[in-house]
């Protein structure tokens, strides 16, 4: 487990809630098999292991525990399991959420926020578990959820390409809880702020924590690995590779600026990094 990251009054950890694995060259857009292949090995299938890393953050100045992006979740059948080879923390005697944030030393229970950068399932889809009637519920219903409105407008009626990461049952427990929808970038809490990106799907938003003089950025999918780093690798699931490019350039040139550390959502070896300039071109320092 990552060691904390204190910035200002947030004691901030990545915490692994499990993984998945999916199909390299999706991962990897117009980067030739030849070079991503040496980055992430493939299996058989030609899919890449994929963590679900999460970011828990405690707030020392009151009793607020704030969690962003939820993992896969269990409640889908064998067969998708199997189709995505879903590994979800140990334990079955709670969702795999609540294991996530207990295994990571903190009571689930203390849960007041979930930051939800986007609704594809494997971001959203822990949030929600089936109930005694097997029907979805809300892993902390008393919670408040954060979404960015262009995202959940396109999550609810979604384009036919990104239809099968729009899950239904992911999303229509949300309308129940206490439902907080954003506009575009702003602080959501003290020292947290949310900047919305549309090169991966519309409304997505990654999460920056500022304070004693400390920057700490959730990137999401805007760099799932630490091979994404690299401004112009993107993803075959990109709805706009060009808006990636231009967004992830901005946000990191941002992130050179402030010696930010990175939480990598998807990195199967690496929870964070910084990034420096060498020879003109932003690179990864691995912790």
Request: net charge negative; hydrophobic share 40%; charged share 25%.
């Amino acid at each position: 487990m990552e060691e904390p990251i204190v910035v200002g009054r947030w004691v901030t950890r990545a915490i692994e809630c499990g993984g998945l694995h999916l199909d390299g060259g999706a991962m990897f857009g117009s980067v030739p098999r030849v070079v991503w292949e040496r980055c992430i090995e493939p299996d058989l299938e030609h899919r890449i292991p994929l963590a679900t890393r999460l970011l828990l953050l405690e707030d020392t100045e009151s009793d607020r525990v704030v969690i962003v992006d939820a993992g896969v979740g269990d409640k889908e059948d064998v067969s998708f399991r199997e189709r995505f080879a879903v590994w979800l923390p140990e334990g079955s005697d709670e969702p795999p959420l609540r294991r996530a944030i207990r295994k990571a030393g903190v009571d689930p229970d203390r849960v007041t926020d979930l930051i939800i950068t986007h609704l594809h399932f494997d971001h959203v889809g822990g949030a929600t578990t089936l109930d005694a009637a097997g029907h979805p519920c809300m892993v902390f219903p008393s919670a408040t959820h954060w979404i960015q409105e262009a995202n959940w407008n396109s999550a609810i009626d979604p384009n036919p390409r990104e239809k099968a990461s729009y899950l239904r049952q992911n999303i229509e427990p949300l309308e129940g809880t206490q439902l907080k929808k954003i506009d575009g970038d702003g602080e959501i809490l003290s020292g947290i702020t949310v900047e919305r990106v549309d090169g991966h799907t519309l409304g997505m938003q990654t999460v920056r924590v500022e304070g004693g003089g400390q920057v700490l950025r959730y990137l999401a999918d805007l760099a799932p690995t630490r091979h994404h780093l690299r401004p112009a690798w993107t993803m075959g699931y990109d709805i706009s590779a060009i808006t990636a490019v231009e967004e992830k350039s901005r946000i990191l040139a941002q992130a050179l600026e402030e010696q930010a550390v990175l939480v990598l959502e998807h990195d199967p070896e690496s929870a964070t990094a910084k990034i420096e300039l060498k020879n003109g071109n932003i690179v990864p320092v691995l912790k």
